[in-house]
Every structure is written in C-alpha cells, then in structure tokens.
C-alpha cells in the first residue's frame, strides 16, 4: 500500500482519497485485503494487532465496493440530487454492534460498542456509518474537491473562511501557484533560477 492521503478531515472523503492521481494517471492505493486493513489501522478503526495478521478474504473487493458507492453518493449529493441509498443502507445492515463496558484507566466506567473485526462488514461499518453520517448531516456547500487540475482528492473545508480551494496548500496549491508564474513568462531570461 503506498500512504494515502488524509486530508479529507472526515473518514468518508479519506476513504475517496484512497484513489489519487498522478501524472494524470489514477492511482488506486489499495491492492490487497491487508492493503485496506492496514488503512482501517490508519484511521484507528481496525486493531493494530492485525496488521501483520491476515485481513478478512474479500476485504479489498469489498472497501472498493463502498469506496465506489461512496463516491457516487457524494457527486450525486454535491450536484444537488437525489442518490439512491440502497447500496449504503446493505452496508449499514451488515454492521452489526454491541455494548460493552469497558474499565478506564482511573478505574471509571464507560459504555462503548463494539463490531466483529474478523469480517469485512464489521471492519467497514465504521466507514459506511461515517458516509451515511456524512450524506445526512454535512454542509455540502464546504464539501469540496481539490480545484488543481490533475487533482481528484476531496476534503470538508473547516477552515474559518471556508475559502479553501487545494486539498495542500503544500502540494497543490504550490503546483498551481508555479503554474501562474510559468504562464505569465515568470522563471524565464537571464536571471531566472531553477530549483535544481
């Protein structure tokens, strides 16, 4: 697995983000079952116990399924239509939970739920539930996907001014930032530098 991109600032749009681009080319980052576990580790859904371990058999056919079905309900959702829920909702019931209570380290008590680890269903419940939460409670006038051209990436602006416009401002706003300065004749002549 090369490392994913986690600018979305929500789980949903990282799982989007599993697929980049570059050079033009569409990079998926995801080639195994162990590839996905190792991003559910990532994102602090999975146990890091298994990472070395073998992932659930299907896993990756399956966190490709909902990456897709994710990325069809937030396009259809920013362009201000309808989706069709069906898919989402199969993946919802699939996530079947439990409480448990757990000891804390000052010795307090505190309810949490758990899923079933050993399954691709209980791995990827979290993320559906995140989508879901997503499609029903964001602001998708602050969901957005990065404005460089050669950029597929996607993010939730939580900036104060919601005026973000690069998934980086490290990376590809500095990319378009050079590009302006190429267009407009900048780099070029006799005291123009190169970067090495």
Not at 69 to 95: C, H, M, T, W
């Amino acid at each position: 697995m090369t490392e994913t991109p986690t600018v979305g600032g929500h789980l949903a749009l990282d799982l989007l983000n599993t697929e980049s681009r570059d050079e033009g080319r569409v990079v998926d980052h995801w080639d195994s079952d162990q590839d996905v576990y190792r991003w559910l580790v990532q994102h602090e859904i999975a146990p890091t116990d298994g990472v070395d371990s073998d992932a659930p058999p299907g896993l990756l056919t399956q966190g490709r399924n909902l990456r897709a079905l994710v990325r069809r309900l937030v396009v259809a959702r920013k362009a201000g239509e309808s989706p069709e829920l069906d898919g989402l909702n199969d993946f919802l019931q699939a996530y079947v939970t439990s409480p448990t209570i757990r000891r804390m380290p000052d010795g307090s008590f505190a309810l949490a739920r758990i899923s079933r680890v050993d399954s691709g269903p209980g791995l990827l419940g979290p993320v559906a539930e995140a989508a879901a939460q997503l499609l029903v409670e964001g602001d998708f006038a602050l969901v957005r996907q990065c404005e460089h051209s050669d950029c597929i990436l996607w993010f939730y602006d939580r900036t104060k001014s919601h005026k973000r416009r690069w998934c980086s401002m490290s990376v590809c706003g500095n990319r378009q930032k050079a590009e302006r300065f190429r267009k407009r004749g900048g780099g070029q002549g006799a005291g123009a530098r190169g970067t090495g």
